[in-house]
């Protein structure tokens, strides 16, 4: 099975998929991402951001990428991060032309309801280029919406045992070490100390797909 991530920025596949993705790249299947930002404003401290940040945020996702066992390129779209939305046609033609060079089987992408702006791009940018192709979708929330949403989201919510992962994501995402300097004690608990993943089933082409993203 041929597995496609996209992250809006480099470390949104570590939190929010690190255990599901090593665990795919465990079983023998193909895993491939997809930075949609180059990740410039990741930092509170204003003379932190820009160039020097876009590069040593690369390094740290090629790293942690490593850790996580996925072998393949990812591929780097370096669309202004925080300013997303304005080049959402943009980025989607090139995602269009990555979803026709690889065929993936599934795809991994931000939900609709993300509360980032980056995020939501993101949303709109994979469904966009994923018009036309049948591939089994997935969701996932990193900024989470309002509650009533949530239950919502529950009727078509899964999640993936990723016990035998948790250290391999905590050191993967330990990879950014720009960002992990800067997580707080509340964000650590709830993605890098839970035992399971959640994503959101949009479409399903195949129950095979699922059983091999649930292992």
């Known amino acids: 099975m041929k597995v496609v991530f996209i992250s809006p920025h480099p470390d949104d596949e570590c939190d929010n998929a690190g255990g599901t993705l090593a665990r795919l790249v465990k079983r023998g299947n193909g895993v491939y991402v997809i930075y949609l930002t180059d990740g410039s404003m990741g930092s509170p401290i204003a003379g932190e951001r820009g160039k020097i940040l876009v590069e040593k945020r690369k390094k740290e996702a090629l790293e942690g990428l490593k850790v996580l066992g996925i072998s393949n390129v990812p591929f780097f779209l370096d669309f202004p991060d925080s300013k997303?939305?304005?080049?959402?046609?943009?980025?989607?033609?090139?995602?269009?032309?990555?979803?026709?060079?690889?065929?993936?089987?599934?795809?991994?992408?931000?939900?609709?309801?993300?509360?980032?702006?980056?995020?939501?791009?993101?949303?709109?940018?994979?469904?966009?280029?994923?018009?036309?192709?049948?591939?089994?979708?997935?969701?996932?929330?990193?900024?989470?919406?309002?509650?009533?949403?949530?239950?919502?989201?529950?009727?078509?919510?899964?999640?993936?045992?990723?016990?035998?992962?948790?250290?391999?994501?905590?050191?993967?995402?330990?990879?950014?070490?720009?960002?992990?300097?800067?997580?707080?004690?509340?964000?650590?608990r709830r993605f890098f100390e839970t035992d399971f993943e959640r994503f959101y089933v949009e479409r399903l082409v195949s129950r095979s797909h699922l059983r091999e993203i649930k292992g």
């Open 84 to 188: 997303l939305k304005f080049y959402i046609n943009e980025a989607k033609n090139y995602v269009s032309e990555i979803f026709k060079s690889l065929s993936p089987d599934v795809v991994f992408y931000p939900s609709i309801f993300e509360a980032h702006p980056d995020h939501r791009a993101g949303y709109y940018i994979a469904k966009q280029a994923i018009i036309g192709l049948r591939i089994s979708e997935f969701t996932y929330l990193n900024w989470p919406p309002l509650r009533r949403i949530l239950w919502k989201l529950s009727l078509k919510r899964i999640l993936v045992d990723i016990k035998e992962f948790k250290e391999v994501k905590l050191k993967a995402m330990m990879m950014h070490e720009s960002q992990f300097k800067y997580l707080d004690r509340d964000y650590i």
